[in-house]
């Protein structure tokens, strides 16, 4: 396809001519990897937010600040090519990612972030290249996060549902193929439609896929990429890459949350203490937790499969993370990503490869993802040799933005994390008898927390409704309390039920690790509900099925059958009826936390 991106390399201009203030930078004797090769021992200038000399060999220049290179390795700035920008702004540069190739994010956001790249105040920032709204069904992947969005139900409606997006700011257009787990799909006459008008306006049109028959369907359709891969055990990865390499077509594995949904753990990058230490409790959360709750090795074997036989096909590998996901995190996943990449069967030099040069080529950034002359100043110094051994890119000496050094910025991070952890996470004693209902009519009291209120997905704009009732006392004094939920129709996780929030305000977390049950009294209408957990920064809840029986019945859950829940910082507690849209009653009595 022949398209020149002319918006999109004007914002990749606009950010070189953005001068930065620092001195000339001389990084000496130093192993670099230029995007594409590896040379053993050169010098590189940089001056002004620009390299001025990727292979220098003068004198020092005067003023300049000198940086050894021996045993370093000097890489152009990571680049992210799958994530959802909307918070933890700070984090991706502290991590060498300085570009983020964002898939759906708020417009506001980022045209705010185009404002501060045009304008030249993004050195602490990684510059953002966005889809802005995603174009999905009605009800559709990427409907579910309480932000009403645009969406789209025919194909005579895509050219003026694409050039809308192109009138909000968006950079190329990112498009959902996928049905189930509530979620309803385009057809693939409305994204040909899409793909269709995209080209027309000279963007790129990329699509999001879960399966191997859709992979297969938007490559047909003219994609020029795919934004995930897909879970399984078996594909036809040869003829898929062949596929992709005829319609000239990129990929981005998405290893990261592929292995979240498998439940995959194995690489802890908050074992590693000097990365770590740059994310706060809040920011560790994400990591920490996992869509799968239970490791299942298989589902990665597709992906893996198809990632190789890309590679071999001569198909562009794009390395992205899918961060703002349960287990992903901004910047630092990046290093997780590149070791997946390495594992599925790239050489460390492709990987690198695939987070540098590959998605700036690929995506038309600009001149960036190359250590070469004229190219931005974005650098990523690391100890070792990542081109042998991925895992130095962990080993991280400093970061360049925009020619600026961002250690600054590491350090006074790293002090705010460790003075955040001093004497944070004091544990919530737990009554003696465990007990946190304390139900009347008066009151949905409970000896800590702001107590029990009325929890449902209104806030996500879902019309599911309950009230709470109590009513009169059991035997043993504990008064019940009636959920009556109705739960509607439009939701793919829809709910209704009532909520213990532990925080002094709704949503605050506290430390709920003494607590290693939950144990509870209830009756009801016969049919399934869920015990669930929220904790700070995860985004989905870790949930436990129970039944509600016509004779009570005392049920019992351990707090570790809650996937992904960090005990430390928990911000809620739910008795939720749903996601299947009805009439639902439940009463609840006698909830405790209990040590053991």
Sequence with gaps: MNTTLKALSAAAALCLASAATAAPTLVQDVRVFDGERVHERRSVLFDKGVIVDANFRGAVPKDARVVSGLGRTLLPGLIDSHTHAFRYFELPVLFGVTTQVDMFTDVAMMAAAKKAMREGHNHRHADLFSAGTLVTAPNGHGTQFGVAIPTLTKPEDAQAFVDARIAEGSDFIKIVMEAGMGFKSLDLATTKAVIAAAHR???????????????????????????????????????????????????????????????????????????????????????????????????????????????????????????????????????????????????????????????????????????????KADLLLVDGNPTADIRATRQIVEVWKDGESANGLRERQRETVAKASTGAGNVQALPPDGRISQFSEAKLGSPFGAGWMPSTDSFAGGKSTVTLAAQPALPDGQVPLAVNATVAPGMPFAWAGVAFMPGAKPMQSVNLSAAKLVRFKVRGDGKVYQLIAMSQGVQMPGASRFTAGPEWTEVTVPLSDLKGVDLASVTMLGFNAGPQPGEYRFELADVRLLAQ
């Design 201 to 375: 306006r000279g963007k790129l049109a990329v699509v999001h896929i879960s399966t191997e028959a859709d992979a297969r369907a938007v490559l047909e359709a003219g994609a020029d990429g795919l934004v995930h891969l897909y879970t399984g055990s078996t594909a036809d990865a040869e003829g898929l890459a062949k596929l992709a390499a005829k319609r000239r077509a990129f990929v981005i594995p998405t290893f990261t949350v592929l292995e979240s949904m498998a439940g995959y753990k194995g690489d802890d990058l908050l074992a590693d203490a000097k990365l770590a230490g740059l994310l706060d409790k809040d920011a560790q959360a994400p990591l920490k937790a996992r869509y799968g709750s239970q490791q299942q090795p298989a589902m990665l074997v597709a992906p893996k499969m198809v990632t190789a036989a890309m590679q071999r096909a001569g198909v562009p590998v794009l390395a992205g993370t899918d961060a703002g996901n349960a287990g992903t995190q901004y910047g630092v996943s990046m290093h997780r990503e590149l070791a997946s990449l390495v594992e599925a069967g790239m050489s460390p030099a492709q990987a690198l490869t695939a987070a540098t040069s590959a998605p700036a080529k690929a995506f038309k950034l600009g001149q960036r993802g190359r250590i070469d002359k004229g190219y």
